[in-house]
């Protein structure tokens, strides 16, 4: 059961990046976040409603609301480097965000083994030949690996606040609906702040109606990945929960191939690669 549903998630996830990132190259970015995220927090809320989630409110929902804030920003840069850049490159960089619950035990007292830090040391190595230097060609833009950077420490910050933010899978539901809704706060605030500077809110056709399946699928794929990741994680260990969880960049990359014909340059897909056994290392240890 812990294979299967951890499987799942890397599906889900991975399929949710992909078309986050098509999107993104059709409509501002920011308007993805919000959109795809307001149909998901609409589901959460019947949810909540059907499962009497409202009754595991408490101080714990502080962890959602703080993820809430967060996430909009490490959304936001991801779609627009999946945009910038090659998928294959960006998304198996982002995995890097299983750095950060590391660095909160670490914090706590915990020392990491030599798995560990044989991993940080092949994604840090992946960082840099995911860049460049091309021996052909242009390099992936610097922008493109700080963006997913960036969206990598703030998705690893949301997934250590979410794990305090409840104990129980009505719980959960709850915090993903708090979490979510804040994100839909925080992002259209930030939608109707750049529509008063004058930056583009929707594409020149205007809403992309033809688009809502694809961000309805965005939104609730990747609530379903919370939950079918947190299945995992109660039915087995939380270890090999994770490190097939961590699979999600192949699935977008292989996405990528398959529906973009993306060609990766040969360095470019070895730091890409070492990145994500970068990953799998650490999320093993």
């Not at 014909?261 to 730091?271: C, F, M, P, T, Y």
Request: hydrophobic share 60%.
């Amino acid at each position: 059961m812990t294979a299967f549903f951890a499987l799942a998630t890397s599906l889900l996830w991975g399929l949710a990046d992909f078309g986050g990132g098509l999107l993104t190259r059709r409509n501002p970015a920011l308007t993805v976040v919000v959109v795809s995220q307001a149909i998901a927090a609409a589901v959460l809320g019947v949810i909540v409603v059907a499962t009497g989630g409202w009754s595991e409110a408490g101080p714990r929902l502080w962890f959602a609301f703080a993820a809430g804030l967060v996430g909009p920003v490490a959304m936001l840069c991801f779609y627009k480097a999946l945009a910038l850049g090659p998928m294959g490159v960006v998304s198996p960089l982002a995995t890097l965000s299983v750095a950060v619950p590391i660095g909160v035990g670490l914090v706590l007292g915990e020392r990491p083994g030599l798995l560990q830090v044989a991993g940080i040391a092949v994604a840090v190595t992946g960082v840099v030949l995911a860049g460049g230097p091309q021996l052909r060609g242009a390099a992936v833009q610097r922008r493109t690996i700080g963006l997913t950077l960036v969206a990598a420490l703030g998705f690893g910050t949301v997934f250590a606040l979410i794990a305090e933010a409840s104990t129980t899978v009505t719980g959960l539901f709850l915090a993903l609906f708090v979490q979510r809704v804040t994100n839909v706060v925080t992002g259209g605030a930030a939608l109707y702040a750049s529509a008063r500077r004058g930056g583009a809110v929707l594409p020149e056709t205007g809403f992309p109606w033809a688009s809502l399946p694809a961000l309805a699928f965005v939104g609730l794929a990747d609530v379903a990945a919370n939950g079918t990741y947190s299945t995992a994680a109660q039915h087995g260990p939380v270890t090999v929960a994770a490190v097939l969880a961590s699979l999600y960049p192949v699935v977008t990359a292989l996405a990528a191939r398959g529906f973009l014909s993306e060609r990766l340059r040969a360095l470019q897909a070895a730091g890409a690669g070492l990145a994500l056994l970068g990953t799998l290392l650490l999320a093993a240890g």
